[in-house]
């Protein structure tokens, strides 16, 4: 079970946006941050809690250990606007979040 | 670069079943963990089942065990998944995805997609 909030969020460009992911049972550091935009597949931003992945931009870093994750966007920029999604990889069955719309504000 | 291509999605009855395909190029496909992950119209993301590199491994959500089976063809490139007894819970567009691998974690995380197949259950 994973808990993200919040749901949504209203910010400019500029902002910092902090997502939370909460586990219901421990999953180390094995944990992973995905956007997607409407009409397209999710894309991997953040994968072992806290290490980005190739091509993307260093704005977005990934914190946590345990049960609790961060994502958080330093400087939120207009191709950020996007749904994102936490996802637990320490056991099956493998979840994700409810997701977190970032809007415009 | 990496391609997957998702097919057989269509409209189906309640207790039929469909079988999807995806096609994966542009990396050595035998080496890489493979993955379904679906999304209900308007709804979030759910994993469904992954398959090991050599097809060795398979693991599947509580919601789909039983019904889904994956499988893979590594001389043809090619990612299965049969889908029986079908219901209305099961409409959503699937997506396969690549692991990050086939060594754990890396393997459980979703490195790339399709652009998704969509099933409709309805009667």
């Known amino acids: 079970q994973m808990t993200q909030s919040p749901s949504s969020v209203s910010a400019s460009v500029g902002d910092r946006v902090t997502i939370t992911c909460r586990a219901s049972q421990g999953s180390g550091s094995w944990f992973a941050w995905y956007q997607q935009k409407p009409g397209e597949a999710p894309k991997l931003l953040i994968y072992g809690a806290s290490s980005l992945q190739s091509g993307v931009p260093s704005r977005f870093s990934g914190s946590g250990s345990g049960t609790d994750f961060t994502l958080t966007i330093s400087s939120l920029q207009p191709e950020d606007f996007a749904t994102y999604y936490c996802q637990q990889a320490g056991s099956f069955p493998l979840t994700f979040g409810g997701g977190t719309k970032v809007e415009i504000k | ?123």
């Open chain 2, 1 to 123: 670069q990496v391609q997957l291509v998702e097919s057989g999605g269509g409209v189906v009855q309640p207790g039929g079943s469909l079988r999807l395909s995806c096609a994966g190029s542009g990396f050595s496909f035998s080496s890489y963990a493979m993955h379904w992950v679906r999304q209900a119209p308007g709804k979030g993301l759910e994993w469904v089942s992954l398959i090991s590199h050599d097809g060795n491994e398979q693991y599947y959500a509580d919601s789909v065990r039983g019904r889904f089976s994956i499988s893979r063809d590594n001389s043809r490139n090619m990612l299965h998944m049969q889908m029986n007894s079908l219901t209305t819970e099961d409409t959503a567009l699937y997506y396969c995805a690549r692991g990050m691998g086939d060594s754990k974690p890396r393997s459980r995380y979703f490195e790339d997609w399709g652009q998704g197949t969509l099933v409709t259950v309805s009667s």
